[in-house]
């Protein structure tokens, strides 16, 4: 129980104080495994706004509530949402292998990009973002993977453009995509 308390206070802080990127910050390119398997390069998607998340399938809470939200904001947007990449990158990828990422996020819109790789390519992506993540182990010899929980926001430049953070009201949120949507102007 107290080994529980601790954990959650310090997912609690990290998200509190995980990083985002600076605005002005431009995303650098990436390359990784898409859920069907297939190679995927981050230029596929320049030009088109996009939010990016960092997470993990055995997430007991934020995961599951970033990805729900997501879905929940891309069928709000309706036809506007066609023009956003939603894109959620495993921080765990010695369990969350194309199929387990393509079984997961059948829960989800099917909008939503699920990616993974080898750990060094993972951890290339999450610096370029300023993501944070950290493997725990647990008294059972499993693990968790603690990590910072906000979505980062790229605009059609390829420019960082802000972030929704965890819990973040959802009107909010919705305000933030709805801009970086907007036509550049």
Known sequence: MLRGLLLNALILGLLACGSALAPAQAAEPFALLDHHGRPFSSTALEGRPRAVFFGFTHCPDVCPTTLLEMSNH???????AQALAVVFITVDPERDRPETLREYLGSFDPRILGLTGTEAQIKAAAAR????YDRIPEGDGTYTVVHSAYVYLIDRRDRAAGTIGFNEP???????LRALLAPPG
């Open 170 to 176: 959802e009107a909010d949120q919705r305000a933030k």
């Open 129 to 132: 973002f300023g993501a944070f």
């Open 74 to 80: 891309l069928a709000a947007l309706g036809a506007e």
